[in-house]
């Protein structure tokens, strides 16, 4: 994913003088493998994460009062938590119609299988426990999953994740737990984007949305 000029603009900026990135003066776009345009919306509380194409949309909110891009493709700074979000295109044979409960946990398990194995097999870590759950949160179904990880050092950290299908995306979202914080203080932030998720048909329009929140 390549970040447009403004994002590197407003990332050296802000990380040089120390002012909370948002409100944003333009959202921040980017375009990633799959086929969803992505673009980091600011507003006066924290920013919406937005992912459209021409066919459906999706988003949602994080409440922050300090935000940062780290740079990479899918990482950033909320307050002191390293935030991941990442879109996949799901397996062929997801089913044209919405999917049922059950065919909806199957395909989230699949996924979550999926990225142990290259945490195991391509990151050569070590992951002795992994735990999952389905919860609704507002209209949707979500996988919860978390787990520790042993690197080579022998050093152990988790991270816990939270999982969604959106349309024919999967949207993950995740943080590490530090030593000072919780699992269920990690759970309970992931669990609070995901709330607000919102699906709609159809492509949203960027500008016309932060042009619309910057004036609230």
């Known amino acids: ?114 990225e142990l194995k290259f945490l195991k097999n391509k990151q050569q870590l070590e992951i002795p426990d992994v735990q999952y759950k389905f919860v609704d949160l507002g209209r949707y179904h979500f996988m919860e999953w978390w787990y520790q990880i042993k690197n080579s050092e022998n050093e152990i950290w988790s991270k816990t994740n939270l999982s969604v299908l959106c349309f024919d995306g999967i949207l993950n979202i995740n943080v590490a737990v530090k030593k000072h914080q919780t699992m269920e203080e990690e759970k309970e932030f992931l669990r609070g984007a995901g709330s607000n998720l919102v699906k709609v048909l159809g492509s949203v329009d960027i500008d016309a949305m932060a042009e619309k929140l910057q004036k609230k």
């Open 1 to 114: 994913m390549i970040f447009y000029q403004a994002l590197l603009f407003y990332q050296q900026l802000y990380l040089t003088i120390g002012i909370i990135l948002f409100p944003l003066v333009s959202p921040v776009l980017a375009q990633e493998e799959h086929d969803y345009a992505f673009a980091l919306i600011g507003t006066g509380n924290g920013a919406y994460w937005v992912y459209t194409k021409e066919e459906n949309s999706f988003y949602f909110h994080i409440d922050s009062d300090s935000i940062f891009s780290t740079g990479a493709e899918t990482l950033f700074l909320v307050k002191d938590r390293v935030f991941e979000s990442t879109v996949v295109l799901a397996e062929e044979g997801m089913p044209e119609k919405m999917p049922t409960t059950e065919k909806t946990e199957e395909i989230l398990l699949d996924y979550m299988f999926h």
